[in-house]
Nanobody, 116 residues
């Protein structure tokens, strides 16, 4: 059973920063070979890809977060991160961790609210 657990969400003012973490666990789950990604879903909107990082470290960012968010991974800790800077109200959403290779795994999500 693979488990992805997000943490680090919360309430932050516009212009502030947050760091999300996604801890992966499970027997026979080789974190190193999975492409990891962050997705988000705002109220009334479809889930969208925010950023991804391959097993080799190549990254992708959605245009709306490029230059403000940084995705990273620590294969020794089976953990992925999302550093979010210069947060805007439109970044408010539930953020989900996703692991993809031959199978797909999702976390339960963590709420990020950007508001003054």
């Amino acid at each position: 059973q693979v488990r992805l657990v997000e943490s680090g969400g919360g309430l932050v003012q516009p212009g502030g920063s947050l760091r999300l973490s996604c801890a992966a666990s499970g027997s026979n789950f080789n974190f190193n070979i999975y492409t990891m990604a962050w997705h988000r879903q705002a109220p009334g909107k479809q889930r969208e890809l925010v950023a991804s990082i391959t097993s080799g470290g190549s990254t992708f960012y959605a245009g709306s977060v490029k230059g403000r968010f940084t995705i990273s991974r620590d294969n020794m800790k089976n953990t992925m991160y999302l550093q979010m800077n210069s947060l805007k109200s439109e970044d408010t959403a539930v953020y989900y961790c996703h692991a993809q290779r031959l199978a797909n795994y999702w976390g339960q999500g963590t709420q990020v609210t950007v508001s003054s």
